[in-house]
């Protein structure tokens, strides 16, 4: 049983015009087993929630806490962070040419597991994984992301989630630029990650469409930098009818 912790976070990123704020007191608890859908219209901070969890040096945390098992996430490296459990699936995968799918795996593995998997049990792992994504088997000595479609850097992000196995998986947006067929695999694939591994999930989405194959357990309405409203699956059909203009129009009053 693992739980994440954010309480109060204030997270600022750097421009022209110096500090600005995105989050503004963000208080959010995710347990194991438990599925978050985080909503909201562009710009609300979403991806800024993401990428301070996972350490990116981008964003400035001015304020606040990060607990993972009781744990300061805050005070740990990107690294340590995922060898802790937390894991990323990225909506704009980045390329890493020379650098094969099947060897990046591997490597992961054993940098978060601290010891390499057996090689014999670790193939049949891998095609297993592949073969329920819906992946040709030559995508693993493909360069990662390197030429992918969307659909086949989401399914990576996905296989990477189901081999690494981690504690909070925070998914942003990973139905962005999906087709439905490719849409329905990965939220598949989702679904059997959280079966297999009782992993807390942080799903990041503007659209409910995701939310018909994956279902949550919360959904939390996210607003200028804040939560603006919480509650059920029920809340995700409200949001599909009614969009976000009331929250909008609440945010600027």
């Given amino acids: 049983m693992s739980t994440l912790e954010i309480r109060d976070l204030h997270v600022s990123v750097e421009t022209k015009e110096g500090a600005k704020p995105i989050l503004r007191g963000v208080d959010l608890t995710v347990n194991s087993g438990e599925t978050h859908a985080i909503m909201g219209p562009n710009g609300s901070g979403k991806s800024t929630l993401a990428y301070s969890l996972a350490g990116h040096p981008k964003y400035q945390i001015t304020s606040g806490t990060v607990l993972l098992d009781g744990a300061d996430v805050l005070a740990m490296s990107v690294d340590e962070r995922a060898r802790?459990?937390?894991?990323?699936?990225?909506?704009?995968?980045?390329?890493?040419?020379?650098?094969?799918?099947?060897?990046?795996?591997?490597?992961?593995?054993?940098?978060?597991?601290?010891?390499?998997?057996?090689?014999?049990?670790?193939?049949?792992?891998?095609?297993?994984?592949?073969?329920?994504?819906?992946?040709?088997?030559?995508?693993?000595?493909?360069?990662?992301?390197?030429?992918?479609?969307?659909?086949?850097?989401?399914?990576?992000?996905?296989?990477?989630?189901?081999?690494?196995?981690?504690?909070?998986?925070?998914?942003?947006?990973?139905?962005?630029?999906?087709?439905?067929?490719?849409?329905?695999?990965?939220?598949?694939?989702?679904?059997?990650?959280?079966?297999?591994?009782?992993?807390?999930?942080?799903?990041?989405?503007?659209?409910?469409?995701?939310l018909r194959y994956i279902t949550p357990d919360f959904v939390h309405v996210f607003v200028d930098g804040r939560i603006a409203e919480e509650g059920g699956p029920e809340l995700a059909n409200r949001l599909e009818n009614e969009g976000y203009d009331r929250f909008l129009t609440s945010a600027t009053a």
Avoid: C
Avoid at 86 to 111: C, D, H, I, W
Avoid at 150 to 176: C, N
């Fill in 84 to 210: 802790a459990g937390m894991f990323l699936a990225m909506q704009y995968p980045v390329e890493v040419p020379g650098v094969s799918v099947s060897n990046f795996l591997r490597t992961a593995k054993t940098a978060i597991d601290g010891t390499a998997p057996p090689l014999r049990t670790w193939v049949k792992d891998v095609r297993g994984a592949m073969d329920a994504l819906r992946m040709d088997p030559t995508f693993a000595e493909r360069s990662v992301n390197e030429g992918f479609s969307g659909g086949e850097k989401k399914r990576h992000e996905i296989l990477q989630m189901e081999l690494l196995q981690p504690r909070i998986a925070i998914l942003d947006e990973t139905d962005s630029g999906l087709d439905v067929d490719a849409l329905r695999v990965v939220s598949e694939g989702v679904n059997r990650v959280r079966e297999k591994t009782d992993v807390g999930v942080l799903l990041i989405t503007h659209y409910t469409r995701i």
